[in-house]
């Protein structure tokens, strides 16, 4: 284990948010170590192909191409004049308070592909910009080779420029499938449909928001004009009941659903495709924040409560971005740039100036909205348990399937997901619940609840067994 000396703010995280914190920060002469999982910069948002690959037109498949060059470019001018240090390939698995004496935190990341090694760094302050990951809702078929979720479709896209497959169904509810299709397709698949469980008529009563918003509108027509150009045939208030195959996937069903969410009789069709792209929603990365005690709101899904500042509720810990509620790349920019001028005064024993970032708190307020309204708008089928077969693998790690968990309820009187866990070890597998915590819940009929774990990710225990160099 190595230690790499006290700064004044680590940021966990280098996408949007994680970097408008970290340059703003450093704008202001705070000494930044900024920590991120991936080889580059730049998060999900801004994935980039390897440098090997040698793209020759990587922004073709970015939109705000110009926003990454000036945050790369910044990025590489501070990290040049010793500002800041970005540590990459670090996997960030705890973070802990009162770390080394003099009320610091202690950052531990695992190193490196095969994370076997751990470095620690210790900081005055943490900016947790930790974002998101998908949510995929089981059904007959999921666990087929060739069904991805929608995410991992892009990011094979964006980091490896290869397609998952040839003919390609894109399905699920949600902002993120538009441009996974229209990406897909621009890059030579054939997208034999894109369904989406929402109807047009879902967001009328948002349409105040929605207009507010004329940006978003106008990318959302791009993305739909990407998608007639290439005659993807788009089908809504649709939903994928099963995936068929044998080593992979061949081909899908989907059916109509009515306007309570339920299948409507004799709608089903098969549509012959080589991989399936799907996904149900994000949900935010809260381990780090729920170890260190910080304030989760899981009324819904889960998320960190923080303050203007975008201060959470434990002193020195500040969280922006997918972390905080999920939001796109925008608003986690925005929310970086807040919680960066208010580390860099904090940090020097002053009060933040509200008039710093005034500009950043009025698009905080409007996309907050925005995006209120779309997670209403876009949620999944409300009956989608109903389609779930006994046989359906619901827990992949451990292999347990919804007759399991239904028997832990209608037969051994399970009220809760954890009871659930005890009694069908579905969520103890390698992805402890982070997987399939929202497919069990649902099929148990339980709410999902915040998920504490102790660590943020699988931890060798030659790391655990180790004494940190404070």
């Known amino acids: 284990m190595t230690n ?16 408008a914190a970290a340059l ?3 704008d202001r002469g705070v000494r930044v170590v900024l920590l991120d999982a991936g080889e580059q910069a730049g998060g999900q948002f801004y994935r980039q192909p390897a440098a090997a690959l040698n793209a020759r037109r990587p922004q073709a498949l970015h939109h705000a191409w110009g926003t990454w060059k000036k945050l790369r470019g910044r990025l590489a001018a501070h990290v040049a004049a010793g500002r800041v240090t970005h540590l990459a390939d670090r996997h960030v698995w705890l973070v802990e308070r009162e770390f080394g004496g003099g009320g610091g935190f202690g950052v531990h ?13 210790t900081a005055d302050a943490v900016l947790l910009a930790t974002g998101g990951y998908e949510k995929v809702l089981p059904f007959p078929g999921w666990t087929l080779p060739g069904v991805i979720t929608a995410g991992g479709a892009q990011a094979m896209l964006k980091g490896g420029l290869v397609l998952p497959g040839r003919t390609a169904v894109v399905a699920g509810t949600g902002p993120l499938l538009m441009p996974v299709a229209a990406g897909l397709a621009a890059a030579g698949a054939e997208v034999a449909a894109y369904v989406e469980s929402t109807h047009p008529a879902d967001f ?20 739909a004009a990407r998608l007639l150009r290439h005659k993807v045939p788009v089908t809504v208030r649709h939903t994928v009941v099963a995936a068929h195959g044998t080593d992979r996937v061949e081909a899908v069903t989907v059916a109509a659903l009515d306007t309570h969410g339920r299948v409507r009789p004799a709608t089903r069709r098969r549509i012959v495709c080589d991989t399936l792209a799907v996904g149900h929603g994000m949900l935010a990365h809260t381990d780090l924040a729920e170890n260190l005690g910080c304030a989760i709101d899981a009324t819904g899904d889960p998320f960190v409560v923080t303050d203007a500042e975008q201060r959470t509720d434990v002193h020195g810990v500040w969280a922006a971005g997918e972390a905080t509620g999920i939001g796109g790349a925008v608003l986690a920019l925005a929310e970086g740039e807040i919680a960066g001028h208010s580390i860099a005064a904090r940090l020097k024993g002053a009060e933040p100036r509200p008039a710093d970032w005034v500009t950043a708190a009025r698009t905080r307020t409007r996309l907050r909205r925005f995006f209120a309204a779309l997670d209403t708008a876009y949620a999944p089928p409300a009956h989608w348990a109903e389609q779930v077969a006994d046989d359906t693998v619901i827990c992949r790690c451990e292999e347990v399937t919804a007759a399991e968990v239904r028997e832990a309820v209608e037969e051994l009187g399970a009220t809760d997901l954890r009871t659930v866990k005890l009694l069908t070890r579905a969520g103890m597998g390698w992805c402890q619940g982070r997987v399939c915590a929202t497919g069990v819940a649902g099929v ?23 004494e940190p160099e404070c």
């Open 109 to 121: 990341a695992l190193i490196g592909p095969g994370q076997t090694g751990s470095q620690t760094v």
């Open 204 to 223: 009328v009563r948002h349409s105040a928001t929605l207009a507010a918003n004329p940006a978003k509108i106008a990318e959302a027509a791009r993305y």
């Open 444 to 466: 148990a009929g339980c709410p999902v609840g915040s998920g504490k774990r102790p660590f943020a990710r699988p931890v060798p225990l030659g790391v655990l067994a180790a």
């Open 4 to 19: 790499s000396g006290r700064a004044s703010l680590a940021v966990v995280g280098a996408g949007p948010a994680g970097l």
């Open 24 to 26: 703003t920060a450093a």
